[in-house]
């Protein structure tokens, strides 16, 4: 069916939806100066995405609804750079940052005494860019690389809210082609956030937030990306056709005009005294910061002289980055705790002496797992450097073996959680130990939002403020508590009327009769997700019959395999497990018995993966078809693998499929296959 034609009043309620949109994210992400609430901008937001999905022919590149939602690739491409990215000189200390002056000016056949303009910028640790403006609009977006060519990322920098897709201000007023030069980073407090996400998930803690930034704008799924709050910073041009600029203050002023965000510490100074003296002052205040910096990047300002000072090599004459020193201490180890996260992952943290590093007191530095302990051979009395990841997170660097005594202990990761005593389990392959129970007080709340959550037991209104409450009151201990509650208890909680307790308690009651996937999925089995719950509701029928089956008879199960088989295992052997479905069953809990479903259709048993774009099908739809037939899609192709599905522009997988001898189809063929014609 056609699009209709837009009305003339809709085209431009779009367009003013557009501007709005635009402009309210260049206050809140660039100026940090917002003008609306939160609410008001996503009713604006909201508009605009309602009238583009009603008018598709609206649509342009550059809408702020197209910052997300592009489909996951297969690979970066390589592109090259218009003018070369070029790398800074390393000034350490006062005697290099003079020396750097001096050798200007003998290059320059200045005087000693002469005093040369300088603009210094903070320089932002984080991950190099280049951005490419054709007329206006964004097209292409690459990494440094190798300063000549970078790997073309621009789904992924188009989610940073502080990129414009469009240069501010009127069309007339822009060059018609603009390379844009920049840092993608990100903030101590995201970098904080994403590292104990990871912690929790058992992935590999990123060192430092430049490494965050750069593994963020990296992946290959923009999904993942725009889930971490990048910023980005603009420091310079590379091409511009169309304008031309007498100096580099200038340029960040040409930056500033088109919307994009500019270091405010940026200044101009007048000889290397006064350059030296921001350099001093920014080395104590850089705590102070939301974001990492590891110096300063000083440059010579007028762009007269920067064509008469030229480049070496890959670096330019006129500039030089002046770093400063990280920052370490010594401090002695007393003891090694054990704390319990809200997912049950158990995380060994050094107890040290105070000692003051990069602007606060630390004393205590997580030491992540016991693969890391015994890597680093961290022992009860030992002394140790300590520095801060990122200038936020405490961390052992190493130990200082030589100031040993004998009297240091060894650490021993508990079998047995220090909270509830529940069993810890750690599966082949994995570096986290977790709590098994689910009871266990210090991931409680996490379990009873899980439980509630649309895709379990899907109990509405039971958001986190009221759990918190609940389980903080100590009316809620585990799952079954929920449907023991009264409305005298509701009503006894902050802000609750008789009519929100009515409707809380209709909502649990409602979830007694959920079907047998939900429950099994809303147990919070590690390991067992939603998909994982309907092939065990599928294959027992009962929840009964799944808690008495054995290890073999899990493992043997399509789908599920040696590790999910042993964490379920483990979870049905826990007493706080046992009692908890006894209570649950006393409550009236108890999923209908479901017939094994018939496994029919082509795919049925059978793991497919798909590689290269659809036409006739999105992939999450083709993944949804293999499915319905009692199939497995899969992300990943390996010896297991049935059917390799090829769309166009087929990436490794394809290459993959054919080393391995993996049959391949067509699009046309799967879906005759599945019969959607």
Not at 627 to 653: E, F, I, L, M, N
């Amino acid at each position: 069916m056609p699009d209709r034609e837009p009305a003339p009043q809709v085209r431009a309620r779009v367009e003013e939806l557009r501007r709005l949109v635009n402009y309210h994210n260049y206050r809140y992400y660039v100026l940090d100066q917002p003008e609306v609430s939160d609410a008001e901008y996503d009713r604006l937001l909201v508009e605009l995405v309602r009238l583009e999905g009603e008018y598709p022919s609206l649509q342009t590149p550059d809408s702020p609804t197209q910052r997300v939602g592009a489909e996951p690739l297969e690979a970066f491409g390589t592109v090259r750079h218009l003018t070369p990215m070029l790398s800074l000189a390393n000034a350490f200390g006062t005697q290099e940052l003079a020396a750097f002056d001096q050798r200007i000016k003998r290059m320059l056949d200045l005087p000693p005494q002469e005093l040369i303009d300088y603009v210094v910028e903070l320089k932002v640790d984080g991950l190099g860019v280049s951005l490419l403006y054709q007329g206006g609009l964004l097209s292409r977006g690459a990494t440094r690389g190798d300063g000549i060519s970078g790997e073309e990322v621009t789904q992924n920098l188009r989610t940073i809210h502080s990129i414009p897709l469009r240069f501010l201000g009127e069309p007339g007023r822009w060059p018609q082609l603009v390379e844009v030069r920049g840092e993608v980073f990100l903030g101590k407090e995201e970098f904080q956030r994403v590292n104990e996400e990871r912690e929790e998930a058992g992935l590999p803690l990123f060192a430092n937030p430049r490494n965050a930034a750069a593994g963020s704008v990296r992946q290959l799924d923009p999904r993942i990306t725009t889930r971490r709050r990048l910023d980005f910073i603009a420091h310079g041009l590379g091409a511009v056709a169309g304008a031309s600029f007498a100096s580099h203050w200038e340029r960040l002023e040409f930056l500033r005009g088109l919307g994009f965000k500019v270091s405010p510490h940026a200044e101009q100074h007048r000889g290397v005294a006064q350059v030296q003296t921001f350099c001093d002052t920014w080395q104590e205040a850089r705590h102070r910061l939301p974001f990492e910096i590891d110096g300063v990047v000083v440059k010579v300002d007028r762009a007269e002289l920067e064509e008469r000072l030229g480049y070496v090599a890959r670096s330019p004459r006129w500039a030089v980055a002046y770093k400063y020193p990280p920052e370490q201490e010594t401090t002695v180890v007393r003891d090694i705790q054990v704390h319990v996260g809200r997912t049950g992952a158990l995380t060994p943290v050094a107890i040290m002496d105070p000692v003051r590093i990069s602007g606060t007191t630390v004393s205590r530095a997580s030491l992540h797992n016991e693969d890391e302990i015994k890597r680093k051979d961290v022992r009860i009395g030992d002394t140790v450097v300590v520095h801060k990841a990122g200038e936020v997170i405490p961390e052992v660097v190493a130990v200082i073996t030589s100031k040993r005594t004998g009297a240091e202990r060894s650490f021993v990761m508990p079998t047995r959680c220090p909270v509830c005593g529940s069993e810890v389990l750690r599966p082949e392959g994995e570096a986290v130990a977790r709590c098994t129970g689910v009871a266990c007080p210090a991931q409680l709340i996490e379990h009873i939002l899980h439980w509630a959550a649309r895709g379990a037991m899907d109990i509405e209104g039971m958001g986190p403020a009221l759990v918190t409450q609940l389980v903080e009151s100590g009316r809620v201990r585990d799952p079954a508590d929920l449907y023991a509650l009264t409305t005298q208890d509701l009503l006894s909680l902050e802000r609750f009327a008789e009519k929100s307790a009515a409707n809380i308690l209709q909502a649990i009651a409602a979830s007694k009769t959920r079907p047998l996937d939900r429950l099994i999925y809303a147990l919070g089995i590690r390991h067992v997700g939603d998909h994982v719950a309907g092939i065990l509701a599928d294959e027992f029928g009962s929840l009964q019959a799944l808690q008495q089956a054995d290890e073999e008879r899990l493992a043997a199960v399509p789908g599920i395999g040696p590790v999910i088989a042993q964490s379920i295992l483990v979870f049905f052997r826990q007493e706080q497990t046992a009692r908890l479905l006894d209570k649950l069953r006393a409550a009236g809990v108890a999923a209908p018995r479901r017939a094994r479903r018939r496994r029919e259709g082509f795919f049925a048993g059978r793991t497919v993966v798909f590689t290269g774009s659809l036409h006739a099908l999105t992939r999450q739809q083709a993944q949804h078809l293999v499915k319905a037939q009692g199939g497995r899609p899969s992300s990943s192709v390996s010896r297991q693998t049935d059917y390799v599905v090829v769309g166009a522009s087929p990436g490794s997988k394809y290459e993959q499929a054919q080393q391995l001898g993996v049959p391949t189809l067509t699009e046309a063929e799967f879906l005759a296959k599945v019969g959607h014609g």
